[in-house]
């Protein structure tokens, strides 16, 4: 059995000594020059001319020979500035040198003669000036107006959340090398191997066939290394057509952070009509998202966070407007959670709100709100966001910790410990249905190797060694026999993003179709030889069984060779179930939803503001697990990516539309000292639906909404009835009241 051991990561040795082979460790090609990108000063004006530095090469739009986009799904997103400086950190210009030093100091000398328009650079001003990347989507049920109007409560809110920058380990860097006849191999640290071979297509001019796109691993990603990998690769791929040369391009951090998309932020207006029992029996509110200066994937972003903002939640009568508004900042993106974590924000301004006004407690608000389906009409199981819950609680002690708390804080007139609790529900899926699709290729060797392609990607999330214990378990054999293939275009062609948790489920089953149907020619030549039916023998520990006889795996594949049966097969998986209407915005566009809860303790020092959690009890579903240890490692992690969105990673820009946090000097990624005493686990005996991968549930995502229990936390402690986000130490002092 491979599937369900809590097996280590593939790379974990070679992670811990330092011997994992990242894209910018392997060997330089011989002529290898290097790229650096000259970028905006300013967030937005008329780009008169460039100043251009002697003795580089320096490419410009009107060297593009395909098109100036690098839009991932709408259009005219230029790869380079022509004309018009949208944000601070656009690319202008690439410059190409012999090598690294020499293109970065002459992307430092280029001069820009730029005209300044004034920047829009609030969420606020662009809903004002009806400026959108994405227009209103309105999730309507019910006549939200009048029930409201007839509720016999009402309260309201409003409250920002901000972006993240995803601060991967590994920074964005492509090399591509130039071949025949406009082929090109391009080596890009990416998500999305499919994306990279058609923006590097398209700028270059040429059909996908001729671009190929690989892989092997990551060192972090998070999403952003979906679009933003994609016009980092085609810079690079750009400048090897135009020198004929390969070329690398490794953004700096500095860059990087000003030239790649974040997080969204994302401002809330709500009201809400209830009963005072605690019931929401009206819902009216806005979130409305800063998209940056062009679409990129809002619209997803937009999608989900929409489909997310109940959570677990239902209201009869309720009307959801989300949108992401144009501003002049670098383009948003991709992130972990994709606008689900941001959507699940709502309902913890609105049930708190509601509790507070009928004088219950949260959790009973919440358990009288739970909904049995969502509002665009896909069914939930609001019995396990409650026993998650329920378990989260029990395992941290609630009602004594509770207690003790308030003795804490009777006793000490400045620090104050805080408790506060969340459980959600995630959908699973991509939201636009095509994209519900993977490939994977095995191939048996004759000494009974087996060689694994897919087109998901590995960066550093466990999804390589959870696809190799399918494809073993498939074969009975151990994982040590896979070799796991980098990912490549030239493989596994028409991939979608590993994104939206869904990379296990996808690539697992397409590479389980693909073991299945080596394994049944296989099955045909060992019954013949064992003399019985194929499906009278057993698979297990590298030994195919009947009766009292049994060949070796590596045996049976040198048999299947010598009678003429192949031993390579292509797998292909397809989500089945899943639609939407994205006119009506009614549909089930997710497979299933996975379920989990928090309980968090902070303490904060009233004087300063400064704050920190000290424990956290996670419970999450995950189904019955493929990988136990991966798992926990993904809760854990996004757990704690997630305290650091919500209480200390603020990105700033100055009046003029600067972005001042371009480094770790400046932008507040946790460390191992903010890392509180965590408890998580595996809620127990909750398999998957059916048709999921044998009943396992999806863990890359969900988890990191578990951080919001901080949050609540932090209200408890301060006594703050909402907070802007992040809540760091400057806001929670800014805002307290003074004593």
């Not at 994937?297 to 239902?314: E, K, P, W």
Request: glycine share 10%; aromatic share 6%; with cysteine.
């Amino acid at each position: 059995m491979s599937v369900g051991l809590p097996l280590p990561h593939d790379s974990a040795l070679r992670h811990a000594a330092g011997e994992a082979r990242f894209l910018d460790d392997m060997p330089e090609p011989a002529g290898c020059w290097h790229a650096a990108l000259a970028l905006s000063p300013v967030a937005h004006g008329r780009l008169l001319g460039l100043d251009l530095p002697p003795g580089v090469r320096a490419i410009l739009p009107a060297d593009i020979p395909g098109e100036n986009d690098i839009a991932p799904i709408a259009c005219n997103e230029a790869l380079l500035a022509d004309g018009l400086v949208e944000h601070h950190g656009q690319p202008l210009a690439i410059l190409v040198a012999p090598t690294r030093d020499e293109a970065l100091r002459a992307a430092a000398a280029m001069q820009a003669r730029i005209e300044p328009l004034e920047p829009v650079l609030s969420i606020e001003e662009g809903l004002a000036r009806g400026h959108y990347v994405v227009p209103p989507m309105v999730l309507s049920e019910g006549d939200a107006a009048a029930a409201l109007a007839a509720a016999p409560l009402t309260t309201s809110g409003e409250f920002r959340a901000g972006g993240q920058e995803h601060f991967y380990l590994e920074g964005q860097v492509a090399l591509a090398i130039p071949g025949e006849e406009g082929e090109m191999l391009v080596h890009s640290s990416t998500q999305h191997p499919t994306e990279v071979q058609h923006i590097v297509a398209r700028v270059l001019g040429e059909p996908y066939s001729r671009v190929t796109v690989q892989c092997r691993r990551m060192g972090g990603a998070f999403g952003g290394k979906e679009s933003n990998a994609s016009w980092v690769a085609a810079a690079a791929a750009l400048a090897a057509r135009l020198t004929g040369r390969p070329v690398k391009l490794r953004l700096p951090r500095r860059a990087d952070m000003a030239a790649t998309g974040k997080r969204h932020p994302f401002l809330y207006r709500w009201r809400a009509g209830f009963d005072a029992d605690g019931r929401l029996l009206a819902l009216d509110a806005l979130l409305a998202a800063d998209g940056g200066h062009s679409a990129d994937m809002s619209g997803g972003v937009v999608f989900r966070a929409l489909t997310h903002a109940l959570n677990c939640y239902g209201a009869p009568a309720l009307r959801l407007e989300c949108c992401a508004v144009k501003t002049n900042h670098v383009s948003n993106t991709a992130f972990r959670g994709f606008g689900g974590p941001q959507g699940a924000l709502l309902m913890e301004d609105v049930l708190p709100a509601i509790a507070r006004a009928t004088g219950l407690e949260l959790d009973v608000v919440r358990e009288r709100n739970l909904a049995a389906r969502t509002p665009y009409g896909q069914a939930l199981e609001p019995a396990l966001p409650l026993r998650c819950l329920a378990e989260a609680k029990a395992d941290a002690g609630w009602d004594a910790r509770l207690a003790d708390i308030a003795a804490f804080n009777a006793a000490h007139p400045t620090l104050r410990r805080g408790l506060g609790s969340f459980t959600c529900a995630f959908g699973i899926s991509f939201g636009i249905r095509v994209l519900n699709q993977a490939g994977a290729l095995v191939s048996v060797y004759t000494d009974g190797s087996v060689r694994l392609a897919h087109g998901g990607t590995e960066m550093g999330q466990g999804l390589f060694i959870k696809v190799a214990q399918v494809v073993a378990e498939v074969f009975g054999i151990p994982v040590q026999c896979i070799s796991l293939a980098p990912t490549s275009t030239g493989e596994v062609p028409n991939t979608s993003a590993t994104a939206a948790s869904t990379g296990s489920d996808l690539n697992g089953w397409a590479a389980h179709e693909a073991a299945g149907a080596v394994k049944a020619r296989m099955a045909v030549v060992a019954a013949q030889r064992l003399g019985c039916a194929p499906e009278a023998l057993r698979w297990e520990d590298g030994l195919i069984r009947h009766g009292n006889e049994a060949l070796r795996f590596g045996e049976l594949a040198k048999l299947c060779w010598q009678e003429r049966v192949s031993l390579s097969a292509t797998g292909f998986y397809a989500t089945p179930g899943i639609h939407w209407d994205p006119v009506a915005l009614r549909g089930a566009p997710f497979f299933y939803f996975s379920y989990g809860a928090a309980v968090a303790e902070v303490l904060l020092d009233t004087l300063t503001g400064e704050h920190r959690c000290t424990h956290a009890w996670l419970v999450q579903d995950c189904g019955r697990s493929l990988n136990p240890a991966i798992d926990l490692g993904q809760i854990e992690g996004a757990f704690v990516q997630g305290l650091g969105w919500l209480t200390s990673e603020e990105l700033w820009w100055d009046k003029e539309g600067r972005q001042r946090t371009l480094g770790p000097s400046t932008y507040k990624i946790p460390g191992s000292r903010d890392v509180p005493a965590l408890h998580a686990r595996l809620l127990s005996d909750s398999p998957g639906r059916e048709g999921t991968l044998y009943r396992s549930k999806a863990v890359g995502e969900p988890p990191l909404l578990l951080a919001t229990a901080v949050v609540n936390a932090l209200k408890h402690a301060s006594g703050l009835p909402s907070l802007d986000l992040p809540a760091t130490p400057e806001r929670l002092l800014m805002t307290m009241p003074r004593q």
